[in-house]
């Protein structure tokens, strides 16, 4: 079977043949978090995605370099150079050093990720790790003519650039329009350009994070940072860039205008973007108090959650729609999620001890069927990678192996080499690229002591022993059992 792998690129707006630059090697670069606070859901999403990319692309057998960023400076409250350092800012309210900020939050981060079963990257470079080769990169666009100094600081000259480039060629939008749609923001009278935006910013004495440079004590623009990494570990081209969807009109676009200006070159060949999360048909906002932060999910510990759900829940969840595709929370829909998860996951389970009985016959139609399910995992994937797709062709073999497993099948209907390629196509794709777990069951003593301290927690939560409550539910999590409450008390449990 010989099939060619797909990727929708954000950049020509097509899907095209995925053709890395260097056969049998692939360089990707994924733009990380700010670490100035929890990681958010919106960042889960996407990063479980790129996970799922990683996995698949290994899963072929290519060798890849998947580098995903931490911004720990630069990251200003408003993506038009204004406002405060995010981290400098959260450093100043806690009373902190912004590095002890950075730090918190970065292994945060990790542990969320590692709940959700994502892989860590090959390479996790920081913007503060990098200051020299950010430098460097604003001598060489200063020296290609697109950039100019002001008092410290230094801008790069977007009607400049596209003179000969076209900016929009990324978000779609023409110069004029993005021109005439650009408020003239106070307090950047220095800037020749409406467009133009930072790739160097004159420090304040009272600023928290600053480094000298030839310009004078500074710190460098948020985009400068991902074109200055991406370059020193995947090269001037590399073949994909991804990002949330709301980096594209800006930050991405920046990047691609960078690159240009100071290499020649597109930075990324394919460009691919996740979409947004929305609850209850709504855009998830902490204004609307419709957002939610991981632990909150596992626990349901929200307003708008019935009750907690398992991390493997939540990552199956996102695979049931496209990387592209919006997602939208409610309590229904994680719960068929949960279900559907549940199936597939009880036949992962079968699936290690079940062995073929003495073959007998071979029922053709049922041969090629089980076959055409296998195809059907890589066509899905090979399809920009449709994870939904993926997991209906699993869910089609699922429901064979559960009958087989069964004895309602005769036991010699399919050839060793396809009962072969099934488990190992089903294990394959379950574990490795959609990167799923068996969840501990419990059903045996475990479960039965659990269930008894849920009593004994709920029986103390009832005479107002908010205390005891409170003690057993800590104690618990940290020893790795997170309880589930909701509006009827605690009902339920998971591993964390």
Same mark, same amino acid.
């Given at each position: 079977?010989?099939?060619k792998?797909?990727?929708y690129?954000?950049?020509?707006?097509?899907?095209e043949e995925?053709?890395?630059l260097?056969?049998g090697? =692939? %360089?990707?670069?994924?733009?990380?978090?700010?670490?100035?606070s929890?990681?958010?859901?919106?960042? @889960?999403?996407?990063f $479980?995605?790129?996970?799922?990319?990683y996995?698949?692309l290994?899963h072929?057998?290519?060798?890849?370099?998947y580098?995903?960023?931490?911004? !720990?400076?630069g990251?200003?409250?408003?993506d038009?150079?204004?406002?405060?350092?995010? =981290?400098?800012? +959260?450093?100043? $309210?806690?009373?902190?050093e912004?590095?002890?900020?950075v730090?918190r939050?970065t292994?945060?981060?990790?542990?969320v990720? !590692?709940?959700?079963?994502?892989l860590p990257p #090959?390479i996790e470079?920081?913007a503060t790790g990098? $200051?020299?080769?950010? $430098?460097?990169? =604003?001598? #060489?666009?200063l020296?290609?003519?697109y950039?100019?100094?002001?008092?410290g600081?230094?801008y790069?000259d977007?009607? +400049?650039? #596209?003179?000969?480039?076209d900016?929009?060629?990324?978000?779609?939008?023409?110069?004029?329009d993005?021109?005439?749609?650009?408020r003239?923001?106070g307090g950047?009278?220095? &800037?020749?350009? +409406?467009?133009?935006?930072?790739l160097?910013?004159k420090?304040?004495?009272?600023?928290?994070m600053?480094?000298p440079?030839?310009?004078?004590?500074?710190?460098?623009g948020?985009?400068l940072? @991902?074109s200055?990494?991406?370059?020193?570990?995947l090269?001037? /081209?590399?073949?994909?860039?991804?990002?949330?969807?709301d980096?594209?009109?800006?930050?991405h676009t920046?990047e691609?205008?960078?690159?240009i200006?100071?290499?020649?070159?597109?930075?990324?060949?394919y460009?691919i973007?996740?979409?947004?999360?929305?609850?209850?048909? /709504?855009?998830?906002? &902490?204004?609307? %108090?419709?957002?939610?932060?991981?632990?909150?999910?596992?626990?349901?510990e929200?307003?708008?959650?019935?009750?907690g759900?398992s991390?493997?829940?939540?990552? *199956?969840?996102?695979l049931?729609?496209?990387y592209?595709s919006t997602v939208d929370?409610?309590n229904d829909?994680?719960?068929?999620a949960e279900? *559907?998860?549940k199936?597939?996951s009880?036949?992962?389970r079968?699936?290690?001890?079940? /062995?073929?009985?003495?073959?007998?016959?071979v !029922?053709?139609?049922t041969?090629?069927?089980i076959?055409t399910f @296998?195809d059907d995992?890589?066509?899905s994937?090979?399809?920009n990678?449709?994870?939904? +797709?993926t997991?209906e062709?699993?869910n089609n073999?699922?429901?064979?192996i559960?009958?087989?497993?069964?004895s309602?099948?005769n036991?010699?209907?399919?050839?060793?080499?396809?009962f072969?390629r099934? &488990?190992?196509?089903?294990?394959?794709?379950f *574990?490795?690229?959609?990167?799923?777990k068996?969840?501990d069951?419990?059903?045996?003593?475990?479960?039965?002591?659990?269930?008894?301290?849920?009593?004994?927690r709920n029986?103390?939560?009832?005479?107002?022993?908010?205390?005891?409550?409170?003690?057993?539910r800590?104690?618990?999590?940290?020893?790795g059992?997170?309880?589930?409450?909701?509006?009827?008390?605690?009902?339920?449990?998971v591993?964390?």
């Open positions: 079977m010989e099939q792998l797909f990727v690129n954000s950049l020509t707006r097509n899907k995925f053709k890395p260097n056969p090697h =692939v %360089g990707m670069y994924v733009c990380g978090p700010t670490v100035y929890d990681v958010h859901l919106g960042n @889960c999403r996407t $479980i995605a790129f996970d799922l990319i996995r698949y290994l072929l057998g290519y060798k890849v370099r580098v995903r960023n931490i911004t !720990d400076a990251h200003l409250e408003s038009g150079d204004v406002g405060e350092d995010k =981290v400098s800012k +959260k450093a100043k $309210i806690e009373q902190l912004p590095m002890e900020i730090q939050y292994i945060d981060f990790h542990k990720m !590692d709940i959700f079963n994502a #090959s470079p920081t990098h $200051i020299i080769e950010q $430098i460097e990169l =604003v001598k #060489s666009i020296a290609a003519g950039a100019y100094e002001v008092d600081s230094v790069f977007v009607e +400049k650039y #596209s003179q000969n480039n900016y929009g060629a990324l978000n779609g939008r023409k110069l004029e993005m021109l005439n749609n650009t003239t923001l950047q009278d220095e &800037k020749r350009g +409406k467009l133009d935006f930072a160097w910013i420090a304040k004495p009272e600023h928290l600053q480094w440079s030839p310009w004078g004590m500074g710190f460098p948020w985009h940072e @991902c200055a990494m991406s370059n020193k570990y090269g001037h /081209q590399f073949d994909i860039h991804g990002g949330g969807m980096l594209m009109p800006t930050h920046n691609i205008a960078q690159n200006a100071c290499c020649g070159k597109t930075p990324a060949n460009w973007h996740t979409n947004m999360l929305t609850t209850n048909g /709504q855009k998830m906002s &902490k204004s609307l %108090g419709n957002s939610f932060l991981p632990h909150e999910l596992f626990t349901g929200h307003a708008l959650l019935k009750k759900y991390p493997m829940v939540i990552r *199956f969840f996102f049931q729609a496209s592209r929370f409610s829909a994680i719960d068929a279900i *559907f998860y199936k597939l009880e036949t992962a079968k699936l290690a001890s079940l /062995q073929q009985n003495a073959l007998t016959a !029922d053709e139609e041969d090629k069927g076959n @296998c995992c890589y066509y994937m090979n399809d990678f449709n994870s939904p +797709k997991l062709a699993l073999l699922s429901k064979w559960n009958s087989y497993a069964a309602i099948r036991s010699g209907e399919i050839t060793a080499q396809t072969e099934m &488990k190992k196509t089903y294990t394959d794709f *574990f490795d690229v959609l990167g799923l068996v969840e069951s419990d059903s045996g003593d475990t479960d039965e002591l659990m269930q008894l301290i849920i009593k004994l029986e103390a939560k009832a005479g107002k022993d908010y205390a005891t409550s409170d003690k057993i800590e104690g618990l999590k940290s020893i059992f997170q309880l589930n409450d909701n509006k009827q008390g605690t009902t339920d449990w591993r964390v």
